[in-house]
């Protein structure tokens, strides 16, 4: 730990850019919303895959409104399936939260194929960040998943193991994909801060 940050203070000294991409924005506080399902599977998958993008966004550095909190909105407002959040505009929830930015996504696959000579799984998701005005400023997408064709078996003929059905096993996988490309929150530290060019009159 040590030596790392001994290296960091050592590019700072130097006036070395930052190595990390930042987003260059007055965005740092964020609302994450659980996906809305865009698949055929099992109906809690979406929120079991919540964790999995809030984890990935705090990563970047941006403050998460508590899923406890978020949770309880869902609850009050008595949705049973994630889409329903829909009703709602960016811009009002990031008003009601007090946020600058809110995170959207869709998990559009959470599949398993069990066929005894061949398995699979595929876990996809895609996301995009908008800011308080609910303009869309960064978009991503990512999947895992498995595939293969089994040789062992156990004494009762039947394939060894569960990873072939246990889907969310590749969540994380999936969503660190899909936010690897995420910038991180505010302005690069390391740089002067650069206020963004108007749009062009038309």
């Known amino acids: 730990m040590k030596i790392a940050l001994i290296g960091i203070a050592a590019l700072a000294a130097a006036g070395c850019a930052s190595p990390r991409v930042y987003l260059n924005r007055d965005v740092t506080t964020v609302l994450i919303l659980a996906p809305m399902d865009e698949h055929n599977g099992p109906e809690d998958a979406a929120w079991k895959m919540w964790k999995y993008v809030e984890r990935e ?41 007090g946020v600058d930015s809110v995170v959207w996504s869709r998990l559009t696959a959470w599949d398993a194929t069990t066929l005894g000579i061949y398995n699979s799984i595929e876990v996809k998701i895609e996301a995009e960040l908008q800011d308080a005005g609910g303009a869309v400023i960064w978009k991503g997408q990512g999947a895992d998943g498995y595939s293969s064709a089994p040789s062992s078996k156990n004494i009762f003929g039947s394939v060894v193991g569960t990873v072939f059905t246990d889907r969310e096993k590749y ?32």
């Open 57 to 97: 966004v705090a990563r970047k550095g941006y403050r998460l409104v508590p899923r406890d909190r978020v949770a309880q909105f869902y609850a009050d407002k008595k949705y049973t399936h994630t889409g329903q959040i829909m009703e709602w505009t960016t811009k009002e929830l990031a008003q009601l939260f």
């Open 171 to 202: 969540a994380p996988g999936a969503a660190a994909e899909c936010f690897e490309g995420l910038p991180w929150a505010g302005w690069d530290p390391q740089a002067p801060r650069t206020p963004a060019e108007p749009p062009p009159v038309k």
